[in-house]
T-cell receptor, first 112, second 109 residues
Framework: ETGVTQSPTHLIKTRGQQVTLRCSSQSGHNTVSWYQQALGQGPQFIFQYYREEENGRGNFPPRFSGLQFPNYSSELNVNALELDDSALYLC???????????FGPGTRLLVL | EDQVTQSPEALRLQEGESSSLNCSYTVSGLRGLFWYRQDPGKGPEFLFTLYSAGEEKEKERLKATLTKKESFLHITAPKPEDSATYLCAVSFYGQNFVFGPGTRLSVLP
């Protein structure tokens, strides 16, 4: 059974640029969520996707957007990057009918 | 307001010195409470899911318990490899996962 994978592992961008992060769900999982984790803090919920539609959103501006594909993989897009966007971005997947989420290794984004 | 809090913020133990970590939540309508372990720079690793007050789960040196408004993660005779940040998260009706800030555990040999 393949776990959740994310790419890239690390990324450096400059303020104002756009970035796309990718996630492949664990086999058999149909729901994907994205989280932002600043250094020394707990993960903060960005949004969740189910059946290719956004199915819940946290307190993040519209410049954070996402996609889910028919194979349940997902993308997180962030436009107009700000310095405060520097964080570890985590993807988690689960079966819709179950509560437990399984996380990927994360993408470390640094905005200069 | 803080919905999920964890204490202590950091904990240093000697190898073999048992202790407990606390997770408290303030919102009603709990669907599940989850414990994860996170090593520096890595994604959270799933440990336990608890659904109702009185439930207990065990795995090796870890035991998680749940009451109406809090959960405890008991660590028995910890080893240095248990050093990590332990995260608690809850899911409520109408909400997705809300994480606490974590407890940084250091186990000294």
């Amino acid at each position: 059974e393949t776990g959740v994978t994310q790419s890239p592992t690390h990324l450096i961008k400059t303020r104002g640029q756009q970035v796309t992060l990718r996630c492949s769900s664990q086999s058999g999982h149909n729901t994907v969520s994205w989280y932002q984790q600043a250094l020394g803090q707990g993960p903060q919920f960005i949004f969740q996707y189910y059946r290719e539609e956004e199915n819940g959103r946290g307190n993040f501006p519209p410049r954070f957007s996402g996609l889910q594909f028919p194979n349940y993989s997902s993308e997180l897009n962030v436009n107009a990057l700000e310095l405060d966007d520097s964080a570890l971005y985590l993807c988690a997947s689960r079966v819709k009918e179950e509560e437990t989420q399984y996380f990927g290794p994360g993408t470390r984004l640094l905005v200069l | 307001e803080d919905q999920v809090t964890q204490s202590p913020e950091a904990l240093r133990l000697q190898e073999g010195e048992s202790s407990s970590l606390n997770c408290s939540y303030t919102v009603s309508g709990l669907r599940g409470l989850f414990w994860y372990r996170q090593d520096p720079g890595k994604g959270p690793e799933f440990l336990f899911t608890l659904y109702s007050a009185g439930e207990e789960k065990e795995k090796e040196r870890l035991k998680a318990t749940l009451t109406k408004k809090e959960s405890f993660l008991h660590i028995t005779a910890p080893k240095p490899e248990d050093s990590a940040t332990y995260l608690c998260a809850v899911s409520f009706y109408g909400q997705n996962f809300v994480f606490g800030p974590g407890t940084r555990l250091s186990v000294l040999p």
